[in-house]
């Protein structure tokens, strides 16, 4: 590889390293869109479920990863994509060592009640259920990450093979479309409803609150590949201008012959 094309493999895998590691830390909370967009609830129904539009926090991270998984599919290819995906993977299996170790540490007696004024009683029981939670998490988003990225660069590669050079909305948003039900799914299924059952450190979620969460999570990440494709033909052209047309054309080449 030249140095440029060198430096932007550092500079997306950066991107991609960091934001899996700070969505298992995010992902654990909840949020309600129209709450905190300040706007009238949809009330929408969903598997007998009546509320807000509900998402987990990980979803702020979703537009970059959807950019930068694409990119490194098609300047990088498979190896790239395996590459960061075993960096993230060991990362992240350190962080759940290090958060597993850290809530075992005995709380010094003042840290416990410190917050008390603020509505947390306990900050060691914070502390637990918050990371304890956010170590299910950890399984599961591993357990989906590797399902979701060996999906996606499959498909990407597959439909880039049919269509050629042309279509990078086709391959992107296929990819995406059909990686991304695996992910949400398996990663909901193991952090919030198999996990606690067999933990027993939080309330398991029921089927149907599973069900109506991952349906919601999903058509955004499906509303967002769409609405992202224009930028994706952006990035596209400003890195084949960075890298210089020779170049790219071949690393384009290379990543789908691998």
């Known amino acids: 590889m030249t140095n440029r094309s060198s430096r932007l493999f550092i500079i997306l895998g950066g991107f991609f390293v960091a934001n899996a590691l700070v969505a298992e830390f995010i992902g654990v909370k909840i ?33 970059i ?38 809530i075992h540490l005995v709380p010094a007696d003042w840290w416990l009640e410190q917050n008390a004024s603020r509505g947390v ?32 660069v499959f498909i990407f590669h597959r439909i880039k093979k049919w269509t050629g050079e042309k279509n990078i909305w086709l391959r992107a948003t296929g990819s995406t479309v059909v990686s991304q039900f695996f992910d949400s799914m398996v990663v909901l299924c193991i952090a919030f409803k198999w996990g606690p059952e067999l933990v027993g450190n ?4 029921t089927w149907n609150q599973l069900f109506a969460v991952a349906t919601i999570q999903y058509s955004y990440k499906f509303l967002m590949a769409l609405c992202l494709t224009p930028i994706l033909y952006v990035a ?21 012959s691998w």
């Open 121 to 152: 009683p306990n900050m060691q029981d914070a502390f637990s259920v918050i990371l304890g939670q956010g170590m299910l998490i950890i399984i599961g988003s591993l357990t989906a990450f590797t399902v979701g990225q060996l999906t996606d």
């Open 31 to 63: 949020f309600a869109l129209e709450n905190t967009l300040g706007i009238k609830p949809f009330n929408f129904n969903l598997f007998g479920q009546k509320d807000a539009l509900q998402f987990s926090a990980g979803v702020l991270l979703w537009p």
């Open 65 to 102: 990863v959807f950019i930068m998984t694409d990119i490194i599919n098609e300047y990088y290819g498979k190896r790239g994509v395996q590459l960061l995906s075993f960096l993230a993977i060991g990362l992240i299996s350190y962080a759940f060592i290090m958060i597993f170790a850290s």
């Open 236 to 256: 596209h052209r400003g890195i084949d201008h960075y890298l210089g047309r020779e170049t790219a054309h071949a690393m384009k080449s290379r990543a789908t």
């Open 202 to 205: 939080v309330e398991p979620w």
